[in-house]
């Protein structure tokens, strides 16, 4: 019913940019919350950034500073600028959509498939 894509992804230097986009689509009527969370080799997922229909976004402490979430609400679309990357960013980035309220009147949670991110030393 309802899908996220994300694309941006890839290898990039320390000190380097990308920008991360994800994509809702489906029967959606609106969604309350949008987020970015990553997974690291051997490590739990972890919330980077979220942002809610009035694009107040908050920020994992470690991302603070050089990550910046923005959310197009006419589009379902959210972005992830991400500058100053460091090694310990490497992880796949994953989206999600929180109590989306599909046109049916129901709510669900979605997860996107995610987008690897490398960033070299």
């Known amino acids: 019913q309802v899908q996220l894509v994300e694309s941006g992804g890839g290898l990039v230097q320390a000190g380097g940019s990308l920008r991360l986009s994800c994509v809702a689509s489906g029967n959606i009527f609106s969604i309350d919350v949008m987020g970015w969370y990553r997974q690291a080799p051997g490590k739990q997922r972890e919330l980077v950034a979220a942002a809610t229909s009035a694009n107040s976004a908050n920020y994992a402490d470690s991302v603070k500073g050089r990550f910046t979430m923005s959310r197009d609400n006419a589009r379902n679309t959210v972005y992830l600028q991400m500058d100053s990357l460091k090694p310990e960013d490497t992880a796949v980035y994953y989206c999600?959509?929180?109590?989306?309220?599909?046109?049916?009147?129901?709510?669900?949670?979605?997860w996107g498939q995610g987008t690897p991110v490398t960033v070299s030393s």
């Open positions: 999600k959509a929180e109590r989306v309220l599909l046109i049916s009147r129901s709510y669900v949670d979605v």
